[in-house]
């Protein structure tokens, strides 16, 4: 019986995250490290491959980052008003909550909060840029 393995871009879609996250989380995260990653059962041709039962080892992994937990309770204030500005913008709950999980996983060093500031300060560059841009109309 042939035994499946799971690749980047499997585990990726697995746990719903770029391949980009997954090769981010293994630099991140080395063998040495405080919370390694878990170390491919395979490696074809350098590409690393991890066998498909071990899907909730690498899951489990993924919920003991730091920053990461069970959730729940009430938004912090900075995701409070991010998601109040997303909402002036024109976004729907759904979409905000999708664009923070999108820049979450492509800059997976950066706390929630720190990912918020980041949107609430480059929608305010767009804002002083359209009252520069008024001046010029």
């Known amino acids: 019986m042939t035994e499946r393995y799971l690749?980047?871009?499997g585990i990726a879609e697995a746990l719903g995250v770029s391949r980009h996250a997954v090769h981010k989380w293994r630099s991140r995260y080395p063998r040495d490290s405080a919370h390694p990653f878990p170390e491919p059962d395979?490696?074809?041709?350098?590409?690393?491959?991890?066998?498909?039962?071990?899907?909730?080892?690498?899951?489990?992994?993924r919920e003991g980052l730091p920053g990461r937990g069970a959730?729940?309770?009430?938004?912090?204030?900075t995701r409070q008003r991010y998601?109040?500005?997303?909402?002036?913008?024109?976004?729907s709950r759904d979409e905000a909550d999708r664009l923070l999980t999108a820049m979450s996983e492509e800059f997976p060093e950066m706390?929630?909060?720190?990912?918020?500031?980041?949107?609430?300060?480059?929608?305010?560059?767009?804002?002083?840029?359209?009252?520069?841009l008024k001046r010029y109309r």
């Open 7 to 9: 690749g980047v871009l």
């Open 42 to 61: 395979i490696e074809i041709d350098g590409a690393p491959g991890w066998a498909a039962r071990r899907l909730d080892e690498i899951v489990q992994w």
């Open 111 to 132: 706390t929630e909060p720190q990912v918020c500031e980041l949107l609430l300060e480059k929608w305010r560059g767009l804002d002083e840029m359209d009252e520069i």
């Open 71 to 77: 959730g729940g309770g009430r938004p912090s204030a």
């Open 83 to 91: 998601l109040s500005e997303a909402l002036t913008r024109g976004l």
